[in-house]
Structures are given as C-alpha cells and as structure tokens.
C-alpha cells in the first residue's frame, strides 16, 4: 500500500508501482488540492487498466489538525472530528468512485456512525477505515473495531500520544483484536522512512515490516517514502520484497486465529 503524491504523480512512475506490486494507493487529504487528486485518480484508473489490475482507492480525510512548524498534530480544541474541510473532501471523493474512506482521529464508534451517515446522505455505501491515532481510541478500541469495517494503526499521531516505547505492544494487541473480529488491519507510518533520502531502507526498517506481516497484518504502507520522497519505486520494490519473503514463512509462525 503506497500513498500518492507530488513524486508520484505520474502514469509512468504509478505504471511501474503497480508492477511491482503496489495494489492499494492512499490519497492524503491533507494535503493537495481536489485538481491533483482528481489528477492522481485518474492516472492510477488509466495505468491500473493497462495493467488490468484492480487498484484499490483510499482517501484519507485530514481531521481536525493543526499545523506546527513541519508537523501536525490534533485540535483538542476541535468540536467535531468531522470538519467541514472534510465534508467537502468526502463530497470530492465520493464523486470520484473512491473505494474506502479513512478516518482521521477516530475516538469512539459514533464518530465512525457519524461519518457513516454522511456517506449514506449521498446515497453510496463506502467502507470505513478508523485510522487508531488517539488515547482515547486505545481505550475504546474494542468498539471501534466492532464498527469500521478496516483499522489502520497510524503510529506517526500515536507516538504524539503515547510513549514510543509502548507503541509495538499497542500494534500487536490492535492486530491481535482485528484478526480475532476478522477485520482488516494495516500497520502505517515511518515503514521505510529512510527511504525518503536513500536509495535503500534500513535493516531495521526491513524487520520492522516483517513483523508486522508475521504479526498479522494485512497491509502495510508507504507514507512519505512514495509521496514525497526521492525513491518511491525503489522503496514499493523493495517494500514488495520483504513482504515475499515475509509470506514464505508465515505458514511456520501460529497467528491467532478466528
């Protein structure tokens, strides 16, 4: 999973992504305009079917955030957790065909039935990704996970709320849950970080992604390495590789199961 933007925008460089195994772009919200994602989309739609791959369309409203320097963080002054920037995000894509929507600093079930019912307003039935970002969606994630139809555990906001130490037991037991309620999960954020300025990742990066998989995980994503980063293809390739190599030994490791 690989989310689009500025460095990889175009067909060729989206064309060579998905034949190296890309199946699910995200389209981050908080930043570009409705005429580059609109852009994005349709280039994804005419690559995907020269491919004759089905590509999977994620949009990821923004949420009530505030800007900080470089970073963002949530409003804790915000009222709803629906803004009216994502009302109108939400509109854009809903026109677009896009195929799930995520949810940006999900705290309970009602936020999720909220967003639900502004889906319905328009007639459609878009699947609900709860993006995990909060404390408050940690205490209240067994609900949470009842309700979406698909959990991403976004660690780059989580680590603005808890310890980073406590960060790799929070995704075991949130994927330990998703796999027990028979929901998807995806592992998000800072995969492959070092990959934004280098033409290879880590090798703590490398195991990083491959206990996630071993782990449970259904999907995990490419943030900034393929949005704005200076080797996106060379981060899904390699992304693409650990993932293989992951899937070869998960029939001797035991995942919970249903």
């Known amino acids: 999973m690989a ?3 500025p460095a990889t925008k175009d067909k060729k460089v989206i064309r060579e992504m998905i034949d190296q ?11 570009g305009t409705h005429d580059e994602h609109a852009l994005y989309i349709k280039n994804i739609r005419e690559m995907a079917g020269e491919a004759s ?4 369309i994620i949009q990821d409203l923004s949420g009530p ?3 900080e320097d470089s970073r963002h963080k949530f409003n804790d002054e915000a009222e709803k957790i629906i803004t009216a920037k994502d009302l109108a995000d939400l509109k854009f894509g809903i026109e677009q065909g896009v195929d799930y929507v995520a949810m940006s600093y999900v705290g309970s079930a009602l ?6 019912e502004e889906i319905r307003k328009s007639g459609k039935t878009i699947p609900i990704i709860a993006k995990i970002e909060r404390t408050i969606a940690l205490r209240n994630i067994d609900e949470i996970i009842e309700t979406a139809d698909a959990i991403m555990i976004a660690r780059g906001d989580l680590g603005n709320e808890v310890p980073f130490e406590q960060i790799p037991f929070i995704q075991k037991e949130i994927v330990d849950k998703c796999k027990k309620a028979g929901k998807s999960v995806i592992v998000a954020t800072q995969m492959m970080t070092s990959m934004v ?3 290879s990742p ?4 490398v195991t990083d992604i491959v206990y996630a998989i071993l782990g449970g995980a259904d999907a995990v994503m490419l943030s900034e ?10 981060a899904v390739t390699m992304m693409e590789k650990v993932i293989m190599e992951a899937q070869k030994h998960l029939k001797n490791i035991k995942i919970n199961s249903l």
Request: proline share 2%; hydrophobic share 40%; glycine share 6%.
């Open 3 to 5: 989310t689009i933007g």
């Open 21 to 31: 195994g890309m199946s699910i772009v995200r389209l981050n919200f908080s930043f």
């Open 53 to 56: 791959r089905k590509i999977l």
């Open 65 to 67: 955030r505030i800007q």
């Open 111 to 116: 936020d999720i039935e909220a967003l639900r």
């Open 197 to 199: 300025d280098n033409a």
């Open 202 to 205: 880590t090798r703590a990066e």
């Open 225 to 234: 390495e393929s949005a704005i980063g200076k080797y996106p293809l060379q």
